[in-house]
């Protein structure tokens, strides 16, 4: 079965600032991966996702990704945050049964 | 267009009680999903419906827990003898039925049961 690993709970970052959030999947294929965030009392938005292809893929609010095989992970990265960006960000992987599993989470804190 | 709506968006009910949550799935979306959020955790996988049918209900934790989606479109996820354990944001999806489609899920905003 598939999973998913945030190794970070909770990430503070100053405005203006570099972020990037680790993601390490398990699976024994290629995976599908995906990055979702969650603001208060909203649901899950799909920021981007990687299928196959290049493995640096760009998403929504200035978001991207890189896939990396030979490290199981799937990073995303933001060159410089806005106060906006704070919210839980999610990774997840899907299999190939349409299922989606979901890490932890990761807490972004952007402080001014 | 409108997105993933679900009602309600909070329930509170004392322990024991029999509680519905509804999932209202973006218009032509064929395939929606149940996920379970608890607190400090990503959504769990509960359900998955491919239009009137439950393709895969493997992550339904017991048989307290039940969902129908009659008429292939909005759906109600059915919890019995709730305990406080079940407290947590209960989450739908939907997404187009079709290959890598199926896996671009757009959720809704959630229920947040509480268990008394």
């Known amino acids: 079965a598939q999973s998913v690993t945030q190794p970070d709970i909770h990430i503070t970052v100053s405005e203006g600032a570099s972020l990037e959030l680790r993601c390490n999947y398990s699976y024994g294929a290629t995976p599908y991966l995906f990055w979702y965030v969650q603001s208060p009392g909203q649901g899950l938005q799909l920021l981007l996702k990687?299928?196959?292809?290049?493995?640096l893929v760009q998403g929504i609010k200035g978001f991207e990704a890189e896939f990396k095989r030979s490290q199981s992970s799937f990073n995303l990265r933001k060159p410089s945050v806005h106060w906006s960006d704070a919210a839980e960000y999610f990774c997840?992987?899907?299999?190939?049964?349409?299922?989606?599993?979901f890490g932890a989470g990761t807490t972004v804190t952007v402080r001014a | 267009g409108a997105g993933v709506s679900q009602t309600p968006s909070n329930k509170v009910t004392e322990k024991g009680k029999y509680v519905e949550l509804r999932c209202d799935p973006i218009?032509?979306?064929?395939?929606l999903y149940w996920y379970r959020q608890s607190l400090g955790q990503g959504p769990e996988f509960l359900i998955y419906?491919?239009?009137?049918?439950?393709?895969?209900d493997s992550g339904l934790p017991n048989d307290r827990f039940f969902a129908v989606r009659p008429e292939g479109s909005v759906s109600t996820l059915k919890i019995q003898r709730t305990e406080r354990g079940d407290s947590a944001v209960y989450l739908c999806?939907?997404?187009?039925?079709?290959?890598?489609?199926?896996?671009?899920?757009?959720f809704g905003p959630g229920t947040r049961l509480t268990v008394t």
């Open positions: 218009s032509g979306h064929t395939a």
């Open positions: 999806a939907s997404s187009l039925n079709r290959a890598r489609s199926s896996y671009e899920q757009y």
């Open positions: 419906f491919q239009g009137t049918g439950a393709a895969d």
């Open positions: 997840a992987v899907g299999a190939n049964d349409y299922k989606l599993s």
């Open positions: 990687y299928f196959s292809g290049d493995t």
